[in-house]
């Protein structure tokens, strides 16, 4: 039985905890660090006192090298901030210890959404004999497994890509957002990028729109946005012709966005305060609920999947990979809504075939990477079952 150390004590890091504690054959001890350590204790009640906890700032490296000093782990999973992955890497190398997490690393000062940073790991991990999952979280994470899936099973050739990622929950907040708000609205902001014929292509953000009609949900705008899984898919699928990500927002979220952008609000770069100086996003973020309090309020459905198109035994095939998740019942099960909890499962299942050696290789790989089916089989027995509708080729 293996010791997990789970940094992060936020949404996400609630819902690994819980799933990790259902599977005890795996995960014998199960530790929880973060910033405030009054996080810890909130998850450590909630799940009955089942877990230790422990307090660390994971930008000093220094700190989060004392933490695996002390708990041992075998595995470190990583769900605080991306602004923490350099660090926390630079930890695991230290003390060789494997490492998982679920978004790219992202400099404080810049909104890059890139895995250049962590893709230069590669050969320290190699030699070090450690591994490093990037992205186990559902986009990217399942996304990534549901392309793999899709490429070993159901075509002989993939040509077209469309990640569509709809949210049709209310959380009868104005204005919230369903993870950290501080990377949601960086990512949210960004221009909107996508891989077409070889070649990336820049869009103003949020500027290209469509309408899709989601399984459970119906029909829904979604935004045409850059993700970070397009970077490692556009590498590991071979002759693809065009890969593209897309979400869905209210009109509610963004009128709020786009007046907040208007006034300054949602910059990065410090400015002068009273005598200091504050990066307006980070005080936004301190005004806004927290993701993890949205759990209660959420309703409605989640519904996010792969639409591919290529060819199979030489005929033209279209499908669609999904999963819907509901917020309440999410709720009713671990206390967090759905998009804490579509993250925090895949997290909970990657690590799971890290420590049992089904998906184990030293260096750094993307999910995508490994042979998707035993991630698949987890994902319905685990809480995120999935579905293949066949659609009508072009
Ligand atoms: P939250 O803001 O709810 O939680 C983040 C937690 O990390 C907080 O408890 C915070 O502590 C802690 N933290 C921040 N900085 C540090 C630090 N320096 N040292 C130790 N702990 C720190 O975010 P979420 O749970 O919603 O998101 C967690 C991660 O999951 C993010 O990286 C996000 O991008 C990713 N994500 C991935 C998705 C996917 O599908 N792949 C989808 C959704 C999220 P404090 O309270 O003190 O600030």
């Avoid at 905890?17 to 009640?45: M, Y």
């Avoid at 790991?121 to 399942?142: K, N």
């Amino acid at each position: 039985m293996a010791t997990v150390l789970i940094i992060g004590a936020g949404g996400v890091g609630s819902v690994v905890v819980h799933k990790c504690l259902q599977v005890p054959e795996v995960f014998g001890n199960v530790i929880l660090a973060s910033r405030t350590l009054a996080k810890c204790e909130r998850i450590q009640a909630q799940v009955k006192g089942r877990i230790t906890i422990d307090q660390v700032d994971a930008d000093q490296v220094e700190q989060t090298v004392a933490l695996i000093g002390k708990h041992r782990p075998d595995l470190v999973v990583n769900v605080a901030l991306p602004y923490q992955d350099l660090p926390i890497m630079d930890a695991c190398l230290a003390t060789g210890v494997d490492y998982l997490d679920t978004a790219n690393y992202e400099p404080p000062d810049e909104a890059r959404f890139c895995y250049k940073w962590q893709w230069d790991y590669r050969q320290r991990f190699e030699e070090r004999g450690i591994m490093a999952l990037l992205g186990s979280g559902f986009d990217p994470g399942v996304t990534n497994v549901f392309c793999a899936y899709a490429q070993k099973h159901l075509f002989d050739e993939i040509l077209y890509i469309d990640i569509l990622d709809a949210n049709a929950g209310d959380h009868g907040q104005p204005f919230a957002t369903n993870f950290n708000p501080e990377i949601n609205i960086r990512e949210v902001t960004a221009p909107g990028r996508y891989w077409e014929e070889g070649e990336w292509k820049t869009t103003e953000p949020l500027a290209v729109c469509q309408e899709y009609d989601f399984p459970e949900i119906g029909r829904k705008k979604a935004y045409l946005m850059y993700h970070e899984e397009l970077e490692s898919l556009v590498e590991h699928i071979p002759g693809l012709k065009r890969i593209r990500f897309w979400m869905t927002f209210s009109d509610q979220y963004l009128t709020h966005l786009r007046v907040l952008e208007n006034v300054g609000m949602t910059r990065i770069d410090p400015i002068d305060f009273e005598g200091r100086k504050i990066v307006p996003l980070k005080f936004l973020k301190a005004v806004l609920p927290e993701p993890a309090s949205l759990g209660p309020h959420t309703k409605g459905k989640t519904c996010i999947g792969c639409q591919i198109e290529g060819i199979k035994e030489g005929r033209p095939r279209k499908v669609f990979i999904y999963n819907v998740c509901d917020h309440q019942a999410c709720y009713r099960e671990v206390g967090s809504q759905a998009i804490s909890y579509t993250t925090g499962v895949p997290a909970m299942i990657g690590a799971k075939l890290m420590l049992t050696r089904v998906w184990r290789r030293p260096g750094v790989w993307n999910m995508e990477q490994f042979d998707p089916d035993p991630f698949m089989e987890d994902l319905n027995r685990y809480g995120l079952p999935w579905r293949i509708l066949e659609l009508h080729p072009r």
